[in-house]
């Protein structure tokens, strides 16, 4: 079975220029989340999706950070414009999405962000 | 609102030594605890979690970790570590979400370097 697969692994950038992440989360996950991991620091939530629904985005900086969910499956993070503090690894995980049940996140290997 | 502390920011041992890391948590609701290890440029792996039952929680790569309720803590241990244990270990509580419906909001710490060293 397949893990969660993010593109690209790596993204070095200037800064005010935009950039885009991309996650495939496991084959039947409904949920989905976005973290973004500091240097020195665990994973903090950016966002959650229940399918194509955004349930919990209230860590995500609104002004400048963009995410979506289309079609319930893949999502894309979107920074624009990017300034340097942004530099980080930004996390995909998925899980399987059962109400009221704790569930297991699988997490994807990151995309490695350096703003320049 | 809960929040992870994890004691030790970098554990040096040698090989075939035993280890603790440390993780206390607070929180005002019952959470779900867990660690993960992640591997140099690599996403992070679930190696266990206590959900409920038995303190004594075992996990892959032979370690285990125990659910201390009165002491708040969920310390992650191995008797003998190998070289390959190297990474770092991040100890995370799950609480319930906006409206008390399901679990899944991750809070972690901010990690334990493991060196093993031969």
């Known amino acids: 079975e397949a893990g969660v697969v993010q593109s690209p692994r790596y993204k070095i950038i200037e800064k005010k220029q935009p950039v885009a992440f991309w996650c495939n989360p496991i084959?039947?996950?409904?949920?989905l989340y976005w973290y973004r991991q500091n240097l020195g620091q665990g994973p903090e939530l950016l966002i959650r999706y229940e399918n194509e629904e955004a349930v919990d985005d209230s860590q995500l900086p609104k002004d400048r950070f963009s995410a979506e969910r289309l079609k319930g499956v893949d999502s894309t993070l979107k920074i624009q414009p990017a300034e340097l503090g942004d530099s980080a690894v930004y996390l995909c995980a998925s899980s399987l999405g059962r109400r009221g049940v704790e569930e297991t996140q699988y997490f994807g290997p990151g995309t490695r962000l350096l703003v320049l | 609102a809960q929040s992870v502390t994890q004691l030790d920011s970098q554990v040096p041992v040698f090989e075939e030594a035993p280890v603790e890391l440390r993780c206390n948590y607070s929180s005002s609701v019952s959470v779900y605890l867990f660690w993960y290890v992640q591997y140099p440029n690599q996403g992070l792996q679930l190696l266990l979690k206590y959900l409920s039952g038995s303190t004594l929680v075992k996990g892959i790569n032979g370690f285990e970790a125990e659910f201390n309720k009165s002491q708040t803590s969920f310390h992650l241990r191995k008797p003998s570590v190998h070289i390959s244990d190297t990474a770092e270990y991040f100890c995370a509580v799950s609480g319930p979400l906006a409206g008390g419906t399901s679990y899944g909001k991750l809070t972690f710490g901010q990690g334990t370097i493991l060196t093993v060293h031969p």
């Open positions: 084959s039947g996950h409904n949920t």
